[in-house]
């Protein structure tokens, strides 16, 4: 089955600086990949996700790219702020046309911290 | 439009009760998901559904059961509730496309089993 490798575990920044979350994935099949980002106490939410027919997506100050021959994804946040501060986790998925929504298979996170 | 919604945020178990958490989402969604998350764990898949009347088995299931009666409402059981399942346990829904579409998560139960 699929596996889904995050890195690194932590990770702290100066506020202004990039930030950038790399993950692995196992499965060639797999088509989608979201991120998702957890403040403390909170639910995770999605911020930006990614489907295998592009190679980068950007809204605002982040970033995904996908290499597909290397099988695996980033996340790039530029001119961080204290508030980006929470755990990332990236996520992989894959969905035949016509077949049934498959499965995200999480990475095991990243906590970000963004020193003011 | 509540989104998904879980009920309890807060419980604590005896080792050996049982109880069940219930997930109610309000956007017509066709799937939906119950995980628990651990410290460096991530989010590891409990069980999953796909329409009304259909379960499913994810990574963990072992000591969890799971029923999806309505549309709407997702129910997870623990019938003998051990240590190991203290976590924190979210719910999540879609709906189906094309391609795979964003999970949208409820705001967790934490539950402590002592």
């Known amino acids: 089955g699929e596996n889904v490798e995050q890195h690194p575990s932590t990770l702290s920044v100066q506020e202004g600086d990039s930030a950038v979350i790399k993950c692995t994935y196992s499965d060639s099949a797999s088509n989608y990949f979201p991120w998702y980002k957890q403040e403390l106490g909170k639910r995770p939410q999605l911020i930006i996700d990614i489907r295998s027919n592009v190679g980068e997506k950007k809204d605002q100050r982040i970033a995904v790219t996908l290499n597909k021959t290397a099988k695996h994804f980033s996340l790039h946040i530029t001119e961080t702020q204290p508030e980006d501060s929470a755990v990332y986790f990236c996520a992989a998925s894959k969905k035949e046309y016509g077949g049934s929504q498959g499965n995200l298979i999480f990475g095991k996170g990243t906590k970000l911290s963004v020193k003011p | 439009n509540a989104g998904v919604t879980q009920t309890p945020k807060f419980r604590v178990l005896k080792t050996g009760q049982s109880m069940t958490l219930l997930c109610a989402q309000d956007m017509n969604h066709e799937y939906m998901y119950w995980y628990r998350q651990d410290p460096g764990m991530g989010l590891r898949l409990i069980h999953y559904?796909?329409?009304?009347?259909?379960?499913a088995k994810g990574e963990v299931p072992d000591g969890y059961n799971v029923s999806r009666l309505k549309k709407q409402n997702f129910l997870l059981g623990l019938e003998s509730a051990a240590p190991s399942q203290t976590s924190v346990y979210f719910c999540?829904?879609?709906?189906?496309?094309?391609?795979?579409?964003?999970?949208?998560f409820g705001d967790g139960t934490r539950l402590s089993i002592l």
């Open positions: 559904s796909v329409g009304e009347g259909t379960t």
């Open positions: 999540a829904s879609t709906t189906t496309g094309n391609s795979n579409q964003p999970q949208h």
